[in-house]
């Protein structure tokens, strides 16, 4: 069974760091592509940052240049080290198995269970 586990969430203040983990199992971890989703309060899950198994990133709009998506295959985990945080950036963020083409990410229906990460001003 596939499980996907995130953490590193916390609280920051605004224009600090955090480095989110996602560690998978279950699955040939070196051929999956991973991305990271957030979703604040009222608002819709949007796509953060994924990474495929060559080594292809996408970033989402907002977060380009500030966030940097990786991976270790050696211990099937994927990071996003998130740098000059900003308010706007507060959501729980979420790691999904998918596909990556492109700048296209088509999510699986493996998510794990989420991280809190709160800016403060």
């Known amino acids: 069974q596939v499980q996907l586990v995130e953490s590193g969430g916390g609280l920051v203040q605004a224009g600090g760091s955090l480095r989110l983990s996602c560690a998978v199992s279950g699955s040939t971890f070196v051929i999956n592509a991973i991305a990271w989703y957030r979703q604040a309060p009222g608002k819709q899950r949007e796509l953060v940052a994924a990474i495929s198994s060559d080594d292809s990133t996408h970033y989402g709009d907002s977060v380009k240049g500030r966030f940097t998506i990786s991976r270790a295959n050696a211990k099937n985990t994927v990071y996003l080290q998130m740098n000059s945080l900003k308010f706007e950036d507060t959501a729980v963020y979420y790691c999904?198995?998918?596909?990556?083409?492109?700048?296209?990410?088509?999510?699986?229906?493996?998510w794990g269970q989420g991280t809190q990460v709160t800016v403060s001003i």
């Open positions: 999904n198995l998918g596909s990556l083409y492109g700048s296209v990410w088509y999510a699986d229906d493996y």
